[in-house]
């Protein structure tokens, strides 16, 4: 019989952490407050991720049964059939949470759960794998603007584009990483990894392209139905805010202190664990990504909000991995 602890493996729940500050940080790049939209917009994240976990171990569930026969599916913990239909409920309820936030949010949490399948059951071992995992971290960080947003109000949710790119950049690394960890390879997929987050680090520290939505950017306040949408940028989201710029930096920061450090010892040594455990950090750094993204838009309480998701994925990483 399956057990808590079961699913949270199968589910990785540790990573679900990494999930929230995707819609936050596309909120931020709205200029608008969360509301009660972007609740829906995270609800409807959390369970196309995990949706996603479930279904990827049952598509491998015969490789892993030969790589790596502890997960519960080859152990015989849980079912496969039983995996099935948790990925497909989990899908269903995250697209009916996403409806409930708009017909926008609908659309983008559609094309979210039709990359996230595709990817899963056919893109995975593929070269076009890692753009479609990438393509499903960027439409999460606009569903999360879009749903914020609101209907009318599209020049504030195309705002998000950017941030959405930068996300999608560090996943679409990571997962280049992620294809050798049952095996290992060759330094270069690391070093390349490398090179790519403190770049991304870098640009992201210093706010190097075009800005997000503040008070006076041209967009009349109030636009668009609801009393949330004309509740404008507030005292944390004042433009060339000291505090926000150096929070941004800092963040920026820990986001290149934490993949850095197990991808370079994957550069030395890509055995599979050290390939694992780059994958790992990779993962963990999405959260400091998120709150500096959410900083450059002037949101430091967002920012400051998804930052302590950060000791929380530590603490729960020791006891079920994330990979």
């Known amino acids: 019989m399956s057990t808590a602890r079961d699913w949270a493996e199968l589910l990785r729940l540790p990573a679900l952490f990494t999930v929230p500050g995707d819609a936050l ?19 409807s994240s959390l369970c196309l991720y995990e949706a996603g976990m479930a279904l990827n171990d049952w598509a491998d569930r015969t490789e892993d049964a ?9 152990s015989g913990r849980i079912a496969p059939p039983a995996a099935l239909a948790a990925a497909t409920a989990l899908t269903a309820a995250g697209l009916t949470l996403a409806s409930r936030a708009g017909r926008t949010a609908l659309a983008v949490a559609g094309a979210l759960a039709g990359t996230v399948w595709a990817y899963d059951l056919g893109l995975k071992h593929t070269p076009a794998g890692p753009a479609a995992m990438a393509t499903a971290r960027g439409l999460d960080l606009l569903l999360g603007a879009t749903a914020t947003a609101g209907r009318g109000n599209a020049p504030r949710a195309r705002a998000a584009a950017p941030s959405a790119a930068v996300l999608a950049a560090h996943t679409l690394a990571v ?3 992620s294809r050798h960890e049952a095996q290992g390879g060759s330094s270069t997929t690391p070093l390349a990894a490398l090179a790519a987050t403190t770049a991304l680090g870098h640009a992201v520290g210093r706010g190097g392209w075009p800005g997000s939505l503040r008070r006076g950017d041209g967009i009349r306040q109030g636009a668009g139905p609801g009393p949330e949408s004309g509740r404008g940028t507030g005292p944390d989201r004042r433009p060339h805010n ?3 710029q150096a929070l941004r ?10 993949t850095a450090k197990p991808l370079f010892h994957a550069v030395l040594n890509p055995s599979p664990p050290l390939t694992q455990r780059a994958v790992g950090g990779g993962i963990r750094a999405m ?3 998120q709150a500096a993204l959410s900083a450059r838009a002037g949101a430091v309480g967002t920012a400051l909000l998804t930052a302590a998701l950060a000791p929380a994925a530590r603490k729960f990483a020791r006891k079920v991995s994330v990979t």
């Open 175 to 177: 997962t280049e990483v």
């Open 66 to 74: 030969v790589e790596r026969p502890e997960r519960p599916l080859p």
């Open 249 to 258: 930096a800092g963040l920026a920061l820990a986001y290149v202190g934490t």
């Open 242 to 244: 000291p505090a926000s």
């Open 25 to 43: 940080a596309g909120a931020a790049t709205t200029g608008l407050h969360p509301n009660r939209r972007t609740l829906l917009a995270i609800g």
């Open 287 to 289: 959260i400091p990504l």
